[in-house]
């Protein structure tokens, strides 16, 4: 069973871009979540997918926004870019007992 | 907001010694628990889950959960060095109609061969 699967791995940007992380979930699974991990904040949650609809946000301006395709494919996208969005963003399936199974990340820095 | 909270380390021992993780929890009505590792550069992966007050082996690990402390911890037994990585504890936050886990700001472990 495939697990979930995030592209691109590595990315670099300029302040002001905008860019569009994508994954996709753990085959059968219908739930995604999306984490920002950076070394002073730590594990941060950014939202929740389930059958393409936004379940939770977490506290993050509207410059970060998701969605979720019918065959549960995600993406979220960052608009104009600042040196803080540079991070390690993280794709999970959850389990019903709500476990998280992440995918290996998408590195992205902001230059 | 709810909290999770862990010793940031680092925890240094000496290989094939006892490896003991620490964390504390604000919502006394946590059900569920999990414990995470993180090689450096890497993503978090499940090692543990916990439902139930008491012990729980798995392997070389082994998981205590203490509901009435609000306390669960990670002990990793005959530490080897590849066991040296960030240990990140995490608690359901439930709410609304969905949940997310909360993540402590993990622990990092260091076995020293």
């Known amino acids: 069973k495939a697990g979930v699967t995030q592209t691109p791995r590595y990315l670099i940007k300029t302040r002001g871009q905008q860019v569009t992380l994508s994954c996709s979930p753990i085959s059968g699974h219908r739930s995604v979540s999306w984490y920002q991990q950076t070394p002073g904040q730590g594990l941060q949650f950014l939202f929740e997918y389930f059958s393409e609809t936004q379940r939770n946000k977490g506290n993050f301006p509207g410059r970060f926004s998701g969605r979720q395709f019918s065959n549960s494919r995600s993406e979220m996208n960052v608009s104009t870019l600042e040196l803080g969005d540079s991070a390690l963003y993280l794709c999970?399936?959850?389990?019903?007992?709500?476990?998280?199974?992440f995918g290996e990340g998408s590195r992205l820095t902001v230059l | 907001q709810k909290e999770v909270e862990q010793n940031s380390g680092p925890l240094s021992v000496p290989e094939g010694a006892i490896a003991s993780l620490n964390c504390t929890y604000s919502?006394?009505?946590?059900?569920?628990f999990f414990w995470y590792r993180q090689y450096s550069g890497k993503s978090p992966e499940l090692i543990m889950s916990i439902y139930s007050n008491g012990d729980k082996e798995d392997g070389r690990f082994t998981a205590q959960l203490n509901k009435a402390s609000q306390y669960v911890s990670l002990l990793i037994r005959d530490s080897q060095p590849s066991d040296s990585a960030t240990y990140l504890c995490?608690?359901?936050?439930?709410?609304?109609?969905?949940?997310?886990?909360?993540f402590g700001t993990g622990t990092l472990l260091a076995v020293q061969p």
């Open positions: 999970a399936s959850r389990v019903a007992t709500g476990e998280l199974f």
């Open positions: 919502d006394r009505g946590s059900q569920s």
């Open positions: 995490a608690v359901p936050d439930y709410g609304g109609a969905t949940n997310k886990l909360i």
